[in-house]
């Protein structure tokens, strides 16, 4: 299975302040298509995750242009440029590259 | 608006099988993989499987052995089945539109709790 390691496992941020994470894969991410299936979500508490981020670095319907994604290969990256009090949760990298699909451990993030 | 709804026990006993479906509503149900994902108390998230409207599945190596998907397009339904739970296997189980970019549509979540 390809592992994807997250870091940090937390982090504390003060409000408005940029934050950032990465998520590292055992193997390349590039699809025989060309394209990098590595996606971002947010799971705020008791709530199912939602999707940020896809294939990278687009961002969905309706997700602030706080969150940005970036990076290739096996090195990925997702930035909110100024954290606000509705970003409190956690946020995991997925890859749909490979089979199985696997997660990253998750990223909590808090707020200050 | 694609929406998923689930269902299922949430109470088992070791050794019982766990059973859930999800009904899809809005959208196509035959374009796509329909998948599980579940997530113990307190933990992170672990892909199950997923199946098309064929009945063509992809199940995760380590559940390979327990799990199996089923489908019924005329009620563009789907389930899952979990074979000899353990306590291990608690956690909120969730469906969701299966594809490459990620999960985009997810059910609300199922908790199901195995204990005697």
Redesign the interface.
């Known amino acids: ?1 390809v592992v994807m390691t997250q870091s940090p496992l937390s982090l504390s941020v003060t409000l408005g302040q940029p934050a950032s994470m990465t998520c590292r894969s055992s193997q390349s991410l590039v ?1 025989s298509d060309g ?1 990098t ?1 590595l ?1 971002w ?1 947010q799971q705020r508490p008791g709530q ?4 940020l981020i ?2 990278v670095s ?1 961002r ?1 319907s309706g997700v602030p242009d706080r969150f940005s994604g970036s990076g290739s290969g096996t090195d990925f990256t997702l930035k909110i440029s100024r954290v606000e009090a509705e970003d409190v949760g956690v946020y ?1 990298c ?1 890859q ?2 490979h ?8 990223t909590k993030v808090e707020v200050k | 608006q694609v929406h998923l709804q689930q269902w299922g026990a949430g109470l088992l006993k070791p050794s019982e099988t766990l059973s859930l479906t999800c009904a899809v509503y809005n959208g196509s149900f035959s374009n796509y993989y329909w ?1 599980w994902i579940r997530q113990p108390p307190g933990k ?4 199950i ?1 997923e199946i098309n409207y064929a009945g063509s599945t ?4 380590s559940l390979r052995s327990r799990v199996s998907m089923s489908v019924d397009t005329s009620k563009k339904q789907f389930s899952l089945n979990m074979r000899s739970v353990t306590a291990a296997d608690t956690a909120v189980y ?1 469906c969701a539109r ?7 549509y ?4 199922t908790l199901v709790t195995v204990s005697s």
């Open positions: 299975d699809y394209n299936y996606n979500f199912p995750p939602r999707r896809y294939k687009d969905d995991y997925i749909g590259t089979w199985p699909r696997t997660f990253g451990q998750g | 998948g992170g998230l672990e892909w499987g992809n199940y995760s190596p969730y299966a594809i490459l970019t990620g999960p985009d997810w059910g609300q979540g």
